[in-house]
């Protein structure tokens, strides 16, 4: 068997795609029998340098992040502006849009992940990082994401 091409095989987030973040919140928070997480909103792109299939994209996101150990269970309603999120929610509905893994040497992962025919969709930064949408749909069923954490 090859070698593990990200380097890890622990799924640190799951990332669900919802039209009312509010709602699904809640009954989340009521599932889990845990208190209803703060919503944010992404940074604009002026900070986050967002970009969805190699252009500038202004979309932004409410998010709503359940710490579950060491998994993250975040959800996600997009704006009207184009991302993965946005496409993913217009063309599948509500659902799991990806699973995340942190890495070292994202920009080497991308590179690794496009040699085997899984293109990059969406990358951004956000605060003390940055991540990367992967398109894994045909043979995952779901978006890869490589997330990397500043030192």
Do not use: C
């Not at 699904?24 to 604009?44: C, H, I, Q, V, W």
């Not at 085997?116 to 605060?127: H, R, W």
Request: hydrophobic share 40%.
């Amino acid at each position: 068997m090859d070698k593990n091409i990200l380097g890890t095989n622990a799924i640190t987030q799951i990332g669900i795609v919802v039209n009312n973040i509010e709602k699904t919140s809640e009954a989340y928070a009521r599932f889990l029998g845990m208190d209803k997480p703060k919503t944010n909103r992404t940074e604009t792109v002026d900070q986050t340098k967002m970009e969805f299939r190699g252009e500038v994209s202004h979309a932004q996101a409410k998010l709503a992040s359940f710490h579950l150990g060491a998994l993250q269970l975040d959800l996600i309603e997009p704006d009207e502006h184009p991302s993965a999120w946005r496409e993913f929610l217009d063309e599948h509905g509500e659902g799991v849009l990806h699973i995340a893994f942190i890495v070292d040497g994202m920009q080497e992962k991308i590179s690794l992940l496009e040699r085997i025919n899984i293109p990059l969709v969406q990358k951004a930064e956000f605060k003390g990082g940055r991540y990367a949408y992967m398109d894994s749909l045909k043979d995952l069923k779901v978006l890869l994401e490589v997330m990397e954490f500043d030192q």
